[in-house]
Nanobody, 123 residues
């Protein structure tokens, strides 16, 4: 499955952005989808993930209460609503899909990755 991430940009601290991850196939609904991010000089880190039907989601402690992952399987799209953005949220954000059915935060378990979208939060 091919993934296309979009929605990144430059925003001031305290602002909001909504990222979207669109898939090329209707089988997208069979995949757990995760969002990860990678800041310059740092390792890729887990942000959030959502189950196949959207009934289960999990967010990293660093974004809990500020970010919300959701999905619309009719539109083959997973969203990441990001509110109260902080400069430390600056990173390239990637969406990824895992077909195993296991709900995981480990990036190595995800089979398909989008190209990434840059989020820059200014102070």
């Amino acid at each position: 499955v091919q993934l296309q991430a979009s929605g990144g940009g430059l925003v001031q601290a305290g602002g909001s952005l909504r990222l979207a991850c669109r898939a090329s196939e209707r089988t997208f609904r069979q995949y757990t989808v995760g969002w990860f991010r990678q800041a310059p000089g740092k390792e890729r880190e887990f942000v959030a993930r959502i189950s196949r039907n959207g009934g289960s989601s999990y967010h990293a402690d660093s974004v809990k209460g500020r970010f919300t992952i959701s999905r619309d399987n009719a539109e083959n799209t997973v969203y990441l609503q990001m509110n109260s953005l902080k400069p430390e949220d600056t990173a390239v954000y990637y969406c990824a899909a895992d077909g195993s059915g296991v709900l995981t935060t480990r990036p190595e378990r995800y089979d398909y990755w989008g190209q990434g979208t840059l989020v820059t939060v200014s102070s």
